[in-house]
């Protein structure tokens, strides 16, 4: 699950409707493909779904934008959350591989390693950091910290809301000179 999903799911239940019943009361499109799409945001499937879902959804409900925006903040910071650092290799456009790092390695471990690799490779390498940050590493050792989120229109608003703005850019770092 996911709070967005939560709370739609919560919102809708208390209101005694069905999935059906909501998905017809958006009256967009098929209520068949606007009931799966709701089932998928229910159970966490579709993680940050663009404005344009997420409001037709609030707004049938009768959901503040406020409440929708906290929820989306929290699934965000889910989604953010670190986990042990992968390194991938890229060989070519649209062929990668994974590079196995040593158990426990920190995230500056991981950033030195891939450093060092893309150097004497001379090729780009990223360390995924969390389930949609990495940071990209140049064959010069340049690195870039980046996001890989759905399209949502609605994540200036999660960072003006709740979202530190160290999460919402990308940063770029010159390496070190030897």
Not at 12 to 21: L, P, T, V
Not at 40 to 65: T, V
Not at 77 to 91: F, K, N, S, Y
Not at 140 to 166: A, F, H
């Amino acid at each position: 699950m996911s709070a967005l999903g939560d709370l739609l799911e919560q919102a809708r239940r208390a209101q005694g409707r069905s999935r059906i019943e909501l998905a017809r009361a958006v009256a967009i499109g098929n209520p068949t493909k606007n009931m799966r799409l709701l089932l998928a945001i229910e159970r966490g499937e579709y993680l940050l779904p663009p404005e344009s879902i997420w409001r037709r959804f609030a707004s049938a409900l009768g959901l503040a934008d406020e409440q929708v925006l906290v929820a989306l903040s929290t699934d965000f910071a889910w989604l953010d959350r670190p986990t042990q650092p992968q390194m991938i290799e890229r060989l070519f456009p649209a062929v990668y591989r994974r590079i196995d790092l040593p158990d426990g390695c920190t995230r500056e471990e991981a950033v030195e390693i891939a450093r060092d690799h893309a150097r004497a490779e001379n090729r780009r390498v990223a360390v995924q950091v969390s389930r949609i940050r990495s940071i990209y590493i140049d064959a010069e050792g340049v690195t870039r910290e980046c996001y890989s989120v759905p399209r949502s229109t609605l994540m200036p608003r999660i960072d003006s809301l709740r979202v530190p703005d160290s999460l919402a850019r990308t940063r770029i770092e010159s390496p070190a000179k030897d």
